[in-house]
T-cell receptor
Framework: GENVEQHPSTLSVQEGDSAVIKCTYS??????FPWYKQELGKGPQLIID?????GEKKDQRIAVTLNKTAKHFSLHITETQPEDSAVYFC????????????FGAGTILRVKS | DGGITQSPKYLFRKEGQNVTLSCEQN?????MYWYRQDPGQGLRLIYY???????QKGDIAEGYSVSREKKESFPLTVTSAQKNPTAFYLC????????????FGEGSRLTVL
């Protein structure tokens, strides 16, 4: 089955710097890669996603890149702000797993002001 | 407002007792899910349902049970057979299994005393 590994587990950056979180997946048939943000005491919320036919997607200060050959994808946050502090989860889904999402272990991002 | 409502937010249980967590959605979604969140382990799928009166085991179904008698409702029972029930439980829904965004509730934290 699919396995998703996420690094780093914690990340501290200074306000205004960039943050990068990386995930690798095992199933080459995976075709959908979302990123979720979870604020303290709340449920995760989708912030950006990418499908396997696209290499990069941007939405204002966040971007996701996908390298299908290497089976890894990354979340990039530029000009970080204190409100970006949260737990971020990557996920992958494949038809072989019934299109259900398999989540990474999460990254705690702290933006210091 | 449309969304997912979970209750209770906090729950304490004595060992040997069953407890039921409520999940209601008004998004008219066919698919609903229960995830368990433990520190450093991401989100693990307990059960999911693609349609009313149907549900499937996820990766960690042992010690849990669900029902899907109405489209809007997907309650989770944590039984006394669950060896380590203390965790944060998240309910989610999507238009159907494998189609894009999951919408999460705010979670229920269960503590076994």
């Amino acid at each position: 089955g699919e396995n998703v590994e996420q690094h780093p587990s914690t990340l501290s950056v200074q306000e205004g710097d960039s943050a990068v979180i990386k995930c690798t997946y095992s199933d080459s048939a995976s075709n959908y890669f979302p990123w979720y943000k979870q604020e303290l005491g709340k449920g995760p919320q989708l912030i950006i996603d990418i499908r396997s036919n696209v290499g990069e997607k941007k939405d204002q200060r966040i971007a996701v890149t996908l390298n299908k050959t290497a089976k890894h994808f990354s979340l990039h946050i530029t000009e970080t702000q204190p409100e970006d502090s949260a737990v971020y989860f990557c996920a992958a889904s494949s038809m072989e797993y019934g299109n259900k999402l398999v989540f990474g272990a999460g990254t705690i991002l702290r933006v210091k002001s | 407002d449309g969304g997912i409502t979970q209750s209770p937010k906090y729950l304490f249980r004595k060992e040997g007792q069953n407890v039921t967590l409520s999940c209601e959605q008004n998004l008219n979604h066919d698919a609903m899910y229960w995830y368990r969140q433990d520190p450093g382990q991401g989100l693990r799928l307990i059960y999911y349902s693609q349609i009313v009166n149907d549900f499937q085991k996820g990766d960690i179904a042992e010690g849990y049970s669900v029902s899907r008698e109405k489209k809007e409702s997907f309650p989770l029972t944590v039984t006394s057979a669950q060896k380590n029930p203390t965790a944060f439980y998240l309910c989610a829904s999507s238009i159907s299994v494998g189609t894009g965004e999951l919408f999460f509730g705010e979670g229920s934290r269960l503590t076994v005393l």
